[in-house]
Each structure stands twice: as structure tokens, then as C-alpha cells.
């Protein structure tokens, strides 16, 4: 394959014409023509995702995805279980991963925003903004998805799309954590800084295919690995529109609508390749010389400098043209261990404990079925009783009548040990150190430290892994609100309000178009947002700051969580000075006696 993708077409994807040997049918809005050049291209598109596919199997170890997502749901049993077996699950892992994710992502970020790399000034106002879409949008939340398949899997992803039919019409940043099945990126990169291409993988209905590219989604047809073929004997299914076509799943009736032939569910794999492409081209502008003539020479610049973004879907280009994200790609990858120069690390958060877990549920279980083994106890009968095995079922309080000189005893085996019951909790204990949920951190601290403060001082230095899962997340949020901000620069054009609260005040927060180059607009997240601490300490600290005169009430106030802060506080000094001025009323009083 050419490096130069520009090669494989001759034109832009907007301006394709129908290969002059080929006979092709005259175009319709229905069935677009084939284009020049589009089988290659596509074929090269569909081969990047191969080539990342495999390299991401043998990194990520993909084969055990399946079986770590159902470990987390507490799916650690087989399905076909004896009758005597007793499927116990104690789902503790679930319950820690989620108590990281929860630390991890209690704080929302504080943003800065500087306008110009050659002035300080901040701009506290796009700061706002930035801050109401934020929360407006629950970005925290889908950072704590993503965060939560960093833990499962080997890494997760927070996506940014633009969609210019929602919120009325007017267009809007979408953020979304996306599933890590559907990443593929460049297999010889070590981080998403050095990739020099991702593919993202997206399943839909072809119907949705139609109306979301309608230029020349209408010509993609359904996968078969998808989808789910008709049953021509079935003459009443329900989802068949009109002449028995399928019409998507949102049929209701419109004449109009496209149709796919043989399909009860029609669905394709949409393949965008996010690449940056080296491809340049030439530009005619007007130049000054030294004397004010005007001239015009010939520059050459890059084609993409942005990247370029190719959507391919069954063999059929959707969209090729620049990359509509100002920052190179619009995907941030979040990881919670260090990589070791791969991108893909080879287990997970959960993997490195998910044996110690199926294990202490298979001893708990074996307690649990030894337990009824021992309550009903092992029958001793002589075989002239007159006792039939066969129809004999030690029923509580059963009435036996046994031959005259036979035997019959109910004898039980020696109580299991204390190690064996204790044995599943002794493996969670292992794991949970392994995890990072030391006995100092659950609160329980060592015998003789009943102090709060050395409690809290043992609990702080017990989340040394987590501050470093924290600094991780930092950097991939740093690099987030970058996508964010410069989404926000590309896509909001018009002055637009963000609801935004306050306490009980309501403050909306008015964004303005960016004039200028969006480039020069510096980002910034405070590093402290991801500094995990204990609250309790950390209230702790600010009342001590407090005593000591180092910190305004207000801070104090927001740290205690004190609703409407600001006014509290507000009243607070006023309060103070009334009560400094009747202090000198009352001492100038007594100078006057």
C-alpha cells in the first residue's frame, strides 16, 4: 500500500466520478454510483483493522475478555453444575473495583484555560464554560465508565463525537465512554501520542447507514455475521415493512423508507479510520515583495494537518476528506498501570486476582456442600435390615423398622477444620492486598494506634497504588479537556448559554465563538483534582488550617460540603464585624465614663 493515501483516488471523496470503462448504472438517490478508486481504498482501510485486530489479540489477550467481563458480574461457575454442587459467589471484587473507580473519580477537575502562550491572562470565562458542559454532560460519569474498563480489561476509551442534529438543531459535543472490543489502534505504537492511526469499529443498522450517510450509505448491504437472514416460510414476522422488505427497526409505515431484501435484521460494521496523512498539495497566494508589489507565488501545505478521516463500511467509502477534530484524533485512551512500552498491557486490574477469587468461591462452596454431606451423616445398615437403598430417604423423624439381629446407624465424620472453613476469606485477604486494600486502608488500623490522626496518617499511606492509578488518570484527563476545548472552538460557532448552578444560585454560563486560532488557546487540569486523599483527613487538615488563621471560611465551608457556601460565608464576616463594631462602641463607652 502506498504511504501517501491520497494516491488511491484521484479526486476528494466529494467530487467522485464513475470510472469512464466501467459501466456504471447512472447514479439515483437511492443507488449511488461506484466510485473511482473506492474498492482500494476501502480494502486498505478494512486491512489497518485487520493488522491492529491481530496485534491487539496477541498483546491484550482478547481470548479472556469475555471471561474477566462475566468475573465481574459474578458469572465465575460453569454452566453445567452437579446437583450436589453448591454455586456459591461472593462477589467481593466487583465491590472493590468499583470503591478504586469511586476514589479515582470523586473529584471533578479544575480547569484553566489560557488564551495566549505569550500572556498569563487567563480565560476565566471559557474556564466556566468548559466546567458547565463538564457537568451538563456528565462527563465525570463516563470517565468513571471508562475508568471501570481500564479496571476490567486491559485499558478503556473516552470518545468525543460532534452531532450536528441534536439539541435542536443546533449541534453538540457528545462524550461517551467507548467499549475497548471496538478500538484498533496502530499495532507499533507504545501511547496515544505516537499512533499514527486508530480505527474504531461500529455495528449498525443499515438503515441507520442509509440515513446517516445518504450519499452513499444507501449502497452498503448487511454482513452476515451482523445479521439475521429471513426465513422465507415465515410469512408473518413482524419486523417486514412493506413488499416484505426489512425497514429497520424503527418502521412505522413511511412508503418512503429504504428497504433491504431477505434480512430480519440487517446490520454492517462501520470501519472510521482517524490517520494522520502526509499528503500535501499546492497553494496559490498573494505575496508583498520588498518594494509592496504584489506577486503570486506557489505554497505547498499539508493536505490534512489535522489528520484525515476515512469511513468504510461492507466495501463502500462513507466519508473521506480532513479529520473534522482540531486535535489529531478525537479518542483518549485511560489506563490504570503503567504499559511498558506496548500500548497494550497483557492483563488487567481484575485478571491479576481473578483466580485467587474463583478459588475462595470454590472452597466456600466445598464448605457449604461438605456441611450438608456431614448434617445428613453416613448410613451403616447389614443387608439382611430389610432396608431398600433404592426407596430409602432419611427424611427427618422417619420411622425405620429393621430385621431382629441386623444393624442400622447414622454415623457422621469429624467436623472440618477451622482452616478449611476460613480458607475462601484467607484468599480474599490475599487478594485484597494485591489489590491495594490493605487492612490499614479498610480503617483497621494496628493494636495500640486509637489516634484519628494516625489512623488517617496509616489509611493515606496505604493508597500508594491508587495515587498512582491517580496520576495515570490525570494525564488522560489533561488530554481529554483538550478534545473537549477544542471541539468546543470548532463546532460552537454562535453564542450559546450552559445552564450552570451554584450552591441554590442559578449561573448560567455564556459561550462566545472563538476568533482566533483555537491552536493558541493553552489547556490546563490541575494536577491536585487527582491527588486521591481521604476526605475525612482532608477535613481534618482544612479545620486545622482554620484555627491557624491559612484559610478563608468559604474554602473551609465548601470542604464540609455546607450547602451555599459562598452566603454563609458571606454572613459569617458580616456577623464578625458587627459584632468588632460593638466592641469599640462598647469600649469607647467606657472611655467616656
Known amino acids: ?30 443507488t449511488p454510483a461506484v466510485r473511482v478508486g473506492e474498492s482500494l481504498l476501502a480494502e486498505w482501510v478494512e486491512q489497518l483493522h485487520t493488522d491492529s485486530a491481530q496485534a491487539k489479540d496477541e498483546q491484550a489477550n482478547t481470548d479472556k475478555w469475555d471471561d474477566w467481563l462475566n468475573s465481574y458480574w459474578g458469572d465465575l461457575w460453569d454452566k453445567d453444575l452437579p446437583s450436589f454442587k453448591a454455586p456459591i459467589v461472593v462477589n467481593e ?22 488564551g495566549d502562550a505569550r500572556s498569563p491572562d487567563r480565560e476565566k470565562n471559557r474556564e466556566k464554560a468548559v466546567q458547565a458542559y463538564w457537568k451538563r454532560e456528565f462527563v465525570d460519569h463516563q470517565i468513571m465508565l471508562a475508568t471501570l474498563d481500564a479496571a476490567i480489561f486491559p485499558m478503556g476509551f473516552v470518545g468525543v463525537t460532534y452531532d450536528p442534529t441534536a439539541d435542536y438543531g443546533r449541534g453538540k459535543l457528545i462524550t461517551r465512554a467507548r467499549s475497548p472490543y471496538s478500538v484498533f489502534p496502530d ?77 430480519i435484521k440487517a446490520r454492517a460494521a462501520v470501519l472510521s479510520c482517524f490517520i494522520l496523512d502526509n499528503a500535501s498539495e499546492e497553494e496559490i497566494v498573494e505575496r508583498l515583495n520588498e518594494q509592496a508589489e504584489k506577486s503570486l507565488v506557489t505554497v505547498r501545505r499539508k493536505k490534512y494537518p489535522h489528520g484525515r478521516l476515512i469511513q468504510v463500511s461492507n466495501g463502500v467509502v462513507l466519508y473521506d476528506g480532513p479529520n473534522p477534530y482540531l486535535k489529531r484524533f478525537p ?29 475462595a468461591n470454590k472452597l466456600d462452596s466445598m464448605v457449604v456442600e461438605n456441611g450438608l454431606r456431614l448434617n445428613a451423616g453416613l448410613i451403616v445398615a447389614s443387608t439382611n435390615s430389610g432396608i431398600d437403598p433404592a ?18 446407624e447414622i454415623k457422621y465424620p469429624n467436623p472440618m477444620s477451622p482452616d478449611m472453613i476460613q480458607g475462601g476469606d484467607r484468599l480474599r485477604g490475599y487478594a485484597r492486598n494485591v489489590l491495594g486494600f490493605t487492612p490499614s486502608r479498610t480503617g483497621a488500623g494496628q493494636r495500640g494506634n486509637v489516634s484519628p490522626e494516625l489512623t488517617e496518617t496509616e489509611i493515606s499511606q496505604a493508597m500508594g497504588l491508587t495515587r498512582l492509578r491517580g496520576r495515570l488518570l490525570h494525564n488522560s484527563v489533561q488530554k481529554l479537556v483538550e478534545v473537549i476545548f477544542a471541539g468546543m472552538a ?10 450552570n448552578s451554584r450552591g441554590d444560585r442559578w449561573e448560567p454560563i455564556e459561550w462566545k465563538p472563538i476568533t482566533g486560532k483555537p491552536e493558541d488557546y493553552i489547556v490546563h487540569v490541575d494536577p491536585a483534582s487527582f491527588q486521591v486523599r481521604s476526605r475525612t483527613m482532608l477535613q481534618r487538615l482544612y479545620f486545622t488550617l482554620a484555627r491557624l488563621n491559612k484559610i478563608p471560611d468559604e474554602e473551609l465551608l465548601q470542604a464540609l460540603d455546607i450547602p451555599d457556601a459562598e452566603n454563609v460565608s458571606a454572613k459569617m464576616s458580616e456577623q464578625l464585624k458587627l459584632q468588632a463594631l460593638a466592641g469599640i462602641a462598647a469600649k469607647d463607652a467606657k472611655k467616656g465614663h
Do not use: C
Not at 94 to 107: C, G
Not at 218 to 242: F, I, M, N, Q, W
Not at 336 to 353: D, K, M, N, R, Y
Open 331 to 359: 479518542l483518549v485512551r485511560i489506563n490504570l498501570q503503567p504499559t511498558v512500552h506496548t500500548f497494550w498491557p497483557p492483563a488487567s486490574i481484575l485478571s491479576g486476582v481473578l483466580e485467587l477469587y474463583k478459588s
Open 93 to 114: 471484587l466487583q465491590s472493590l473495583l468499583l470503591q478504586e473507580v469511586s476514589d479515582l473519580t470523586d473529584s471533578p477537575p479544575r480547569i484553566f484555560i489560557q
Open 490 to 499: 470548532r463546532f460552537y460557532q454562535d453564542s450559546r448559554i450552559f445552564p
Open 187 to 263: 499495532p507499533d505504537a507504545v501511547d496515544d501520542d505516537d499512533w499514527r492511526y486508530v480505527v474504531l469499529r461500529d455495528v449498525m443498522d443499515v438503515v441507520a447507514i442509509h440515513d446517516t450517510w445518504p450519499d452513499h450509505g444507501p449502497r452498503v448491504r448487511p454482513e452476515s455475521k451482523y445479521s439475521t437472514k429471513e426465513d422465507a416460510s415465515d410469512t408473518h414476522s413482524r419486523v417486514r415493512g412493506l413488499n416484505g422488505k426489512y425497514q429497520g427497526p424503527l418502521y412505522a409505515g413511511t412508503a418512503g423508507m429504504t428497504k433491504v431484501d431477505g434480512f
Open 1 to 30: 500500500m502506498p504511504d501517501n493515501l491520497s494516491d488511491l483516488l484521484p479526486t476528494s471523496s466529494s467530487s467522485l466520478a464513475p470510472a469512464e470503462e466501467e459501466a456504471a448504472p447512472a447514479p439515483t438517490p437511492v
Open 391 to 408: 426407596t430409602f430417604s432419611a427424611i427427618p423423624g422417619q420411622i425405620i423398622l429393621k430385621a431382629p439381629s441386623s444393624e442400622f
